[in-house]
């Protein structure tokens, strides 16, 4: 007798066929000659937005391909005890700082006024209500302003939900930050590590700190997940 062929069932229920994906090539070309003619289009104006153009788009491919957010850098070691978005974070401040202090020293040596040294931010409490609304704000929207610019990109609709309330509440904050100039930051102290510990100083105290906390997302990864890859 020859086999009986009996349908799959899980759950009680028939598997449906998964539909095949369809492709994105299309819609990727076409946006490629979009982009290629914008930037001819630009090119028109101002050569420089044309360097603009493609730094956004390199900065956009390289945060979707790496998932770099700064959400997930404090939200993932609390829920999964993944740590590796966390180091990312901590090695791209390591270069960032790297950068700055030789453009800030490269002017300072030269005599020339410090770029940035008239914005050194204030201790206040100003600061800490911004950084609590803004870390319940991205917890909940499920993205920073990179992340949330990235997901945009990717399509997701809730992110779109999230950029233009983001829009809003900066348009808002802007608007208010005067006020808290006027009534709350002015008497708070601003700290500039070079003026403390010196140029070298600063930059020591500055790696040790970030040192510091790699090993401890080492250490913290290791003990929720058993291994820090």
């Known amino acids: ?23 994105q090539l299309p819609i990727a070309l076409l946006v490629t000659i979009l982009v290629v003619g914008f930037g001819f289009y630009l090119n028109q104006y101002n050569d420089k937005m044309v360097v603009y153009l493609l ?13 770099f957010c700064f ?5 993932d070691p609390c829920i999964t005890g993944s740590t590796s978005v966390t180091r990312a974070v901590l090695i791209a401040c390591s270069l960032a700082t790297i950068g700055f202090t ?41 993205g920073c302003a990179s992340g949330t610019l990235m997901r945009v990109g990717e399509g997701f609709t809730m992110q779109m939900l999230s950029l233009v309330f983001f829009v809003i509440g900066s348009l808002w904050g802007a608007h208010d930050m005067g006020w808290w100039r006027a009534n709350v930051i002015k008497e708070s102290p601003s700290v500039f590590l070079p003026d403390v510990f010196g140029w070298l100083g600063a930059l020591l105290v500055q790696f ?11 250490k913290w990864q290791e003990k929720k997940m058993g291994s820090a890859e």
Request: no cysteine; aromatic share 8%.
């Open 1 to 23: 007798m020859g086999q009986i062929h009996r349908p799959e069932f899980s759950g009680g229920r028939n598997r449906a066929p998964r539909k095949p994906k369809k492709s």
């Open 55 to 67: 730094f956004g788009l390199s900065f956009g491919v390289i945060l979707q391909r790496s998932r």
């Open 102 to 142: 030789a453009i800030k020293y490269s002017a300072f040596a030269g005599g020339n006024p410090i770029p940035g040294m008239d914005n050194v931010g204030q201790i206040s409490f100003a600061l800490v209500i911004g950084a609590v609304l803004f870390g319940i704000g991205m917890v909940i929207a499920g």
């Open 208 to 218: 040790l700190i970030i040192l510091l906390l790699y090993i401890a997302a080492v």
């Open 71 to 75: 959400t997930a850098s404090l939200r």
